[in-house]
T-cell receptor
């Protein structure tokens, strides 16, 4: 596996509490992504980062915020967790760029964090 | 909204048979990628095919892309029990560093 870790791996919390998930990479990749995976919905992008302090929203960003103060760390925060945010969260990294054959943007995924909001 | 839709949603075959999964998408793309996810794990990149390519091989994997039909197929030949997993297609558009994933095909290889 690429050098990506996520912490915690499992978390159970109560509605209304703040939660922060951490993604850490040792690959020095420029791009980092947070996804959630739910049955029937596949993977959906929450937020992504294209550099330190540079972030943008994804498809399902409401209720989530992110921060990236260092290349290696990308934090996902649920300010006030709700039961609808119960999900498996995946971090991914990419060193997207352009070669003589075109653009490449394969993503490498972390092991996931299973979050349960009661 | 999902860009890619995989078909079938679930597929069960005997070990040694070939498995074919299809992906359809809605808008023009730059690249199309296939990923595998074993139960309880993160996704693993399998293969990338560019919009100007029609076919690509990697080991037992063969991917085709038909941009006129906005569809792709992933063929796994001589399947093994270890191929049991969910398979996802993902697309990106020109200039975008984001991928849009389909909902996946769950493949079961029976011994």
């Amino acid at each position: 596996d690429a050098g990506i870790t996520q912490s915690p791996r499992h978390k159970v919390t109560e509605t209304g509490t703040p939660v922060t998930l951490r993604c850490h990479q040792t690959e020095n990749h420029r791009y980092m992504y947070w996804y959630r995976q739910d049955p029937g919905h596949g993977l959906r992008l929450i937020h992504y980062s294209y550099g330190v302090k540079d972030t943008d929203k994804g498809e399902v960003s409401d209720g989530y915020s992110v921060s990236r103060s260092k290349t290696e760390d990308f934090l996902l925060t649920l300010e006030s967790a709700t039961s609808s945010q119960t999900s498996v969260y995946f971090c991914a990294i990419s060193d997207a760029g352009t070669s003589g054959r075109g653009t490449y943007n394969e993503q490498f995924f972390g092991p996931g964090t299973r979050l349960t909001v009661l | 909204s999902q860009q890619g839709e995989e078909d079938p949603q679930a597929l069960s075959i005997q070990e040694g048979e070939n498995a074919t999964m299809n992906c359809s998408y809605k808008t023009s793309i730059n690249n199309l990628q296939w990923y595998r996810q074993n139960s309880g794990r993160g996704l693993v990149h399998l293969i990338l095919i560019r919009s100007n390519e029609r076919e690509k091989h990697s080991g037992r994997l063969r991917v085709t892309l038909d941009t006129s039909k906005k569809s792709s197929s992933l063929l796994i030949t001589a399947s093994r029990a270890a191929d049991t997993a969910s398979y996802f297609c993902a697309t990106d558009t020109w200039g975008a560093q984001k991928l849009v994933f389909g909902q996946g095909t769950r493949l079961t290889i029976n011994p």
